[in-house]
């Protein structure tokens, strides 16, 4: 996919229009004054925010749909033989996976930030957003979630462009990011690489893409990486943290920049894991040489992402809190953020996502839920995948003695309804669509 493939269309088609990544870049192509429309096997608030940008959204497949596109871009969630994206290649109209759009949209910037890391790259991305737009003021970003303030696509300006760089199926590559940020390498998406070499192999391509490289100096996968510019709470690290402090969950620190303490960063976001992303996005300000105030500054500026340590309502006068950890680490940081911030008991649900996930890292999965006292597990969200036995959330349940397991909304409506008491707190984990059913249940739609 090239420049050329914008000449001479004007219709665009979006198979999988509701993904937080598709719908942003739809909204975008919007704005530039392209014809949007698509479908989705399931659209939900993504797909009623573009309806109301005026882009039409359609329920399920119907191949007559593709027919009068120009060009037609699919997620890769969508399988080969989906009727819209059969027919668009029957008529030769020309079609392109979203991380190829992602490209040439990205190339449209003077500066593409690319944030990759198994975990933590929405956060970090729409960090570094706020960062360089109060540091520069002409700052665009693509971001895997819904930032209180930019939603997932922020139209500031061709200077500087900060998007997700996702190492799903190696998308990652396609990016060639003019300034490469990696959280961290850990162990993720492993179905699609076959094997744990070959997924380090990318990390290191993808690092290798681009002129510039920040890394995490803490992650014991990217020791021996080449770096312009390393951020962390280790030693050594350019850019680092010091005289930490919590109040409920919620961090300030002074930010270090070379081992000159240069600015105190107080922090809306709730979680210690947040000291990290906030790190990368100041190293990002450092690379483009803009000052430490400025940074924190723009690290003031972000109050939150959708899905991350979010409240969403209350039952039973426990607060009820949703976030995104869907792999072992994010769960280990989720569940020390909620000890943090929580003054009664901690009722802790999760529904895995994927099968393969699940199953590749279920070791993982065993030792970190182990932790909780009051645990729930919930049917596993399959997104693009076929039913697993042994990567379902039934599966993990019977290795967990402490353990309960709900297959339907009314089934984990009655453990909510049953467990909560004033003081106490749900903390709600996973990718899939166990936000929505929590929020009908908090709604009394379940």
């Known amino acids: 996919m090239n420049a050329g493939f914008w000449r001479d269309k004007r219709k665009i088609y979006f198979i999988g229009i509701g993904g937080i990544s598709m719908s942003g870049l739809a909204l975008h192509l919007k704005e530039l004054g392209f014809c949007v429309s698509g479908s989705d096997a399931a659209p939900g608030e993504a797909a009623a925010a573009l309806c109301a940008a005026g882009i039409p959204v359609y329920a399920g497949a119907d191949a007559r749909r593709a027919e009068g596109a120009d060009a037609v871009v699919y997620t890769a969630a969508v399988p080969p033989a989906h009727p819209e994206l059969v027919r668009a290649r029957e008529l030769g109209i020309p079609v392109a996976e979203r991380a190829e759009l992602l490209r040439l949209v990205a190339s449209g910037y003077e500066n593409v930030v690319g944030i990759a890391g198994s975990h933590g790259k929405t956060t970090a991305t729409a960090m570094c957003a706020h960062v360089l737009a109060a540091c520069s003021g002409e700052c665009s970003a693509h971001i895997g979630g819904m930032d209180a303030d930019y939603g997932n696509f922020l139209e500031g300006g061709k200077k500087y462009f900060v998007t997700e760089a996702c190492e799903y199926r190696a998308h990652f590559l396609q990016l060639r990011p003019d300034l490469a940020v990696v959280l961290n390498a850990g162990e993720d998406h492993l179905e699609s690489y076959g094997s744990r070499e070959a997924l380090a192999r990318a990390w290191s391509q993808y690092l290798a893409s681009a002129r510039g490289r920040i890394v995490c100096g ?51 976001a709730y979680g210690r894991h947040n000291i990290l992303n906030a790190l990368a996005a100041a190293a990002v300000a450092e690379y483009y040489g803009f000052s430490p105030e400025g940074a924190a500054e723009g690290l003031r500026r972000f109050r939150a992402v959708r899905r991350r340590f979010e409240f969403v309502g209350t039952l039973g006068g426990a607060d009820v809190v949703a976030d995104y950890a869907h792999h072992p680490r994010e769960i280990a940081a989720a569940l020390q953020t909620a000890r943090e911030a929580c003054r009664g008991r901690l009722f802790v649900v999760f529904q895995p996502h994927t099968y393969s996930r699940t199953r590749l890292l279920f070791d993982e999965f065993v030792e970190v839920l182990s932790r909780p006292d009051d645990l729930l597990l919930y049917k596993t969200f399959a997104a693009r995948e076929y039913f697993d036995a042994a990567g379902s959330a039934l599966a993990l349940a019977e290795k967990l003695p402490k353990a309960l397991y709900a297959g339907t909304a009314r ?36």
Do not use: H
């Open 218 to 268: 803490d992650d014991p996968a990217l020791r021996g990486a080449a770096a312009d510019i390393t951020f962390g709470l280790s030693s050594g690290c350019r850019v680092t943290a010091a005289d930490i402090r919590s109040s409920r969950g919620r961090y300030s620190f002074t930010l270090v920049v070379g081992g000159r303490p240069c600015a105190r960063v107080r922090l809306q």
């Open 411 to 446: 089934e984990l409506e009655a453990y909510l309804t049953r467990s909560l008491r004033p003081g106490d707190m749900a903390l709600v984990l996973g990718a899939g669509d166990i936000y929505a059913v929590v929020r009908r249940i908090l709604q009394g739609r379940a």
